[in-house]
Each structure stands twice: as C-alpha cells, then as structure tokens.
T-cell receptor, first 111, second 114 residues
Framework: GQQLNQSPQSMFIQEGEDVSMNCTSSSIFNTWLWYKQDPGEGPVLLIALYKAGELTSNGRLTAQFGITRKDSFLNISASIPSDVGIYFC???????????FGKGTRLSVIA | DAGVIQSPRHEVTEMGQEVTLRCKPI?????LFWYRQTMMRGLELLIY????????DSGMPEDRFSAKMPNASFSTLKIQPSEPRDSAVYFC????????????FGNGTRLTVT
C-alpha cells in the first residue's frame, strides 16, 4: 500500500530554535496535511495544502506542498514549550479517499 | 461545534471479553473513519464509512473486529473476543466527502486488555 516516509522520527531542540520536518512518498498525493497530537488527545489539523507548490503559513508554522506532489515539509519558527507533541503528515489522493499518515515526528522542546 | 465524541476515554478489560467503542461524528459530516494507534505501527486505518455504508474494511485486523454505523450520528467498533495485542488507542474521525474537508479526530479510547 501507499506509505509516507516522515523524518526525523524525533527531535530535541532548544526553545527559540527553528524546526524543520518533512514527508516523502513514492506516490503522488493531491492534498497534503499536517496534524499535531498532544498527549492524551487526537491529532488536530495544523495546515492543509491543496495545490502543488503551495506555501502556506499559520502563525509560526509554514508548510509547503512539493512541486512533484510527492513531498511536503513543515517548519516551525522560534519554538516554544507548547510546540511539544507528535507531528503527523498525511496525504490524500482525492476527497473520496482516506488519508495516508506518516509515522510522526516527536518534538521535544527544552526550555 | 462539539467535535467528534468518543466513549469511553479509557477501557480496561480482561482477555476474552467483548469491547465496544463508540463514536459520534461531527454533525453534517458524512464520512467516518476508525483508526488504531500504537507505538510500533503508528496510525492505522481500520475501516471507513461514507453515508453510513462501509467502504473499505481491509484494515480490520481480524474477524474479531467489527464496525457498524446504524445512522449518520453514531458508529461502534466492537472487538470480540479481545486479546492483549489489541491494546492501543482507537480514534474515530469524520469529514465531509469530497472538496476541501479535512479530517477531524476525536480524543480516542485508550484500550488495555490484560
């Protein structure tokens, strides 16, 4: 089946540092999404990307939909302690197909 | 908007017992998904419904697992009999089919089978 390779698996950073994580696939997706999961909760949508090449920001978060439609990255600038959690990328072929999720990037922020 | 509501939040049961997990999707959403999350395998899609009809249950691990959606506002995932390896967090999620409608997750049910 389709798989998304998400990296890194985990990262430890100092508060204030910028963070970058990415997701690649051998298949084309027409939608890329980034979710964040806090402990004990379900994943929450951060950013949705619907067009190849699209660059979208949400506060300190910036995500891009790769031009080949096989990859996406998420950047977090000036990290803060509440950025701690697991970040998931997800790809979707069409609105009628389910999302395919990456394995997640576990982010730890050291104050 | 109350979001996707799952119950119970935690379930501890003994091996061999029947377990029923419940989900109420967001009103107006016509697609419903059941996921299982473990450290080893991440988020796995078990089954999903469109307009209350099961579309793809190829992710259901075994015949011990079954899911129903009797109406647009309720779904259950049942495990009978449960086994220790079923221990995981089970998430329900909903969306509107088609268009730009992202998936919204519930807060999950943490299942422990002893």
């Amino acid at each position: 089946g389709q798989q998304l390779n998400q990296s890194p698996q985990s990262m430890f950073i100092q508060e204030g540092e910028d963070v970058s994580m990415n997701c690649t696939s051998s298949s084309i997706f027409n939608t890329w999404l980034w979710y964040k999961q806090d402990p004990g909760e379900g994943p929450v949508l951060l950013i949705a990307l619907y067009k190849a090449g699209e660059l979208t920001s949400n506060g300190r978060l910036t995500a891009q939909f790769g031009i080949t439609r096989k990859d996406s990255f998420l950047n977090i600038s000036a990290s803060i302690p509440s950025d701690v959690g697991i970040y998931f990328c997800a790809g979707q072929i069409s609105g009628n197909t389910p999302l395919v999720f990456g394995k997640g990037t576990r982010l730890s922020v050291i104050a | 908007d109350a979001g996707v509501i799952q119950s119970p939040r935690h379930e501890v049961t003994e091996m061999g017992q029947e377990v029923t997990l419940r989900c109420k999707p967001i009103s107006g959403h016509n697609s419903l998904f059941w996921y299982r999350q473990t450290m080893m395998r991440g988020l796995e899609l078990l089954i999903y419904f469109n307009n209350n009809v099961p579309i793809d249950d190829s992710g259901m691990p075994e015949d011990r697992f079954s899911a129903k959606m009797p109406n647009a506002s309720f779904s259950t995932l049942k495990i009978q009999p449960s086994e220790p390896r079923d221990s995981a967090v089970y998430f329900c999620a909903s969306s509107r089919t088609g268009g730009d409608s992202p998936l919204h997750f519930g807060n999950g049910t943490r299942l422990t089978v002893t």
